[in-house]
Nanobody, 115 residues
Framework: VQLVESGGGLVPPGGSLTLSCAAS????????MAWYRQAPGKQRELVAA??????TKYGEAVKGRFTISRDGEKATYLQMNSLKPEDTAVYYC???????????WGQGTQVTVSS
C-alpha cells in the first residue's frame, strides 16, 4: 500500500484547506482510513478516521471544524475549516489493514496556520 498526501500549505487563521490522500497498491474498501498530525515536540495524534462502513471519528480538537471523506479505496480527504494556529502540524494519511494491527503511512504534508 502506498499513500501520498497533498494539499498542505500556509493559511491564515480562520482559513480553510483540503488535504488529499491518494492510495495505490493493495488498498481496498475494507481498509479504514485516517488522518493524524504531529506538531513539533508533540506526539502524533488522531485527527479523523473513517471506516469501510463510512463511520467517522474525530479528535476533540477538530470536531465541528474538520470533515473526513473517502472516495472508495483510492482517495481520502480532509476538509479543514476555521483553522487555528494550533492546527499547525505535519498531517499524515494512514490506512489500517483490516483485521490486523498493520498500518501504512504516507510521507506527510505540512500545514501552517499563521498570519
Amino acid at each position: 500500500v502506498q499513500l501520498v498526501e497533498s494539499g498542505g500549505g500556509l493559511v491564515p487563521p480562520g482559513g480553510s484547506l483540503t488535504l488529499s490522500c491518494a492510495a495505490s497498491g493493495s488498498i481496498t474498501n475494507l481498509h479504514a482510513m485516517a488522518w493524524y498530525r504531529q506538531a513539533p515536540g508533540k506526539q502524533r495524534e488522531l485527527v479523523a478516521a473513517v471506516t469501510s462502513a463510512g463511520v467517522t471519528k474525530y479528535g476533540e480538537a477538530v470536531k465541528g471544524r474538520f470533515t473526513i471523506s473517502r472516495d472508495g479505496e483510492k482517495a481520502t480527504y480532509l476538509q479543514m475549516n476555521s483553522l487555528k494556529p494550533e492546527d499547525t502540524a505535519v498531517y499524515y494519511c494512514n490506512a489500517a489493514e483490516p483485521g490486523t494491527d498493520i498500518g501504512y503511512w504516507g510521507q506527510g504534508t505540512q500545514v501552517t496556520v499563521s498570519s
